[in-house]
């Protein structure tokens, strides 16, 4: 089956400085790749995702590059705030229906 | 709309007790799924179901079963609860083949001593 790894597990910025997080997948057939923010005690939600047929997607201060040969994606997030602060998971799918999680990335944004 | 809503929040059993862990959405979603969460280890795949009458084994299947007999409803049922279960079960549905965006409950905090 498919397997993805993250990192780094923690990261720690300062407020205004970006932030970027990896993953990497292991099945070439992967092709919806999901980014999810997930605060202390609440459940995981959708920030933004991507389609294997797309480099990059961007909304406001949150954007995914992904590279299909390399089998990597990653999540940016420029001029961080506190509220940013959250743990963060990524994911990869193949059909949409069966989705391999990454092990997490606890973010924090230092006031 | 209530979204996807799951029952209990909290549940305490003793090894060898069995209990269902229900899961609603009033979405009309096709695609459902249940997660277990452990520290360190994102989220697993229990099993999932891609519309009522089919379900099929994810990641971590062992020691849970599952069933679909309406397109709201996707319970996860417990056979004989082990202390290896003690986790953070969540639920979550997506429209199916036009979105892949999934939909998380609010979990359930359960523990096994």
């Known amino acids: 089956g498919e397997n993805v790894e993250q990192h780094p597990s923690t990261l720690s910025v300062q407020e205004g400085d970006s932030a970027v997080i990896k993953c990497t997948y292991s099945d070439s057939a992967s092709n919806y790749f999901p980014w999810y923010k997930q605060e202390l005690g609440k459940r995981p939600q959708l920030i933004i995702d991507i389609r294997s047929n797309v480099g990059e997607k961007k909304d406001q201060r949150i954007a995914v590059t992904l590279n299909k040969t390399a089998k990597h994606f990653s999540l940016h997030i420029t001029e961080t705030q506190p509220e940013d602060s959250a743990v963060y998971f990524c994911?990869?799918?193949?059909?949409?229906?069966?989705?391999?999680f990454g092990t997490g990335t606890s973010l924090t944004v230092i006031p | 709309n209530a979204g996807v809503t799951q029952t209990p929040k909290f549940q305490v059993l003793k090894t060898g007790q069995s209990m269902t862990l229900q899961c609603a959405q009033d979405m009309n979603h096709e695609y459902m799924s249940w997660y277990r969460q452990d520290p360190g280890m994102g989220l697993r795949l229990i099993h999932y179901s891609v519309g009522a009458g089919i379900t099929d084994q994810g990641e971590v299947p062992n020691g849970y079963n599952v069933s679909r007999s309406t397109t709201e409803d996707f319970p996860l049922r417990l056979l004989s609860a082990a202390p290896s279960q003690t986790s953070v079960y969540f639920c979550?549905?997506?429209?199916?083949?036009?979105?892949?965006?999934?939909?998380f409950g609010p979990g359930t905090r359960l523990t096994v001593t």
């Open positions: 979550a549905s997506s429209p199916g083949t036009a979105t892949y965006e999934q939909y």
């Open positions: 994911a990869a799918s193949i059909t949409g229906n069966q989705f391999y």
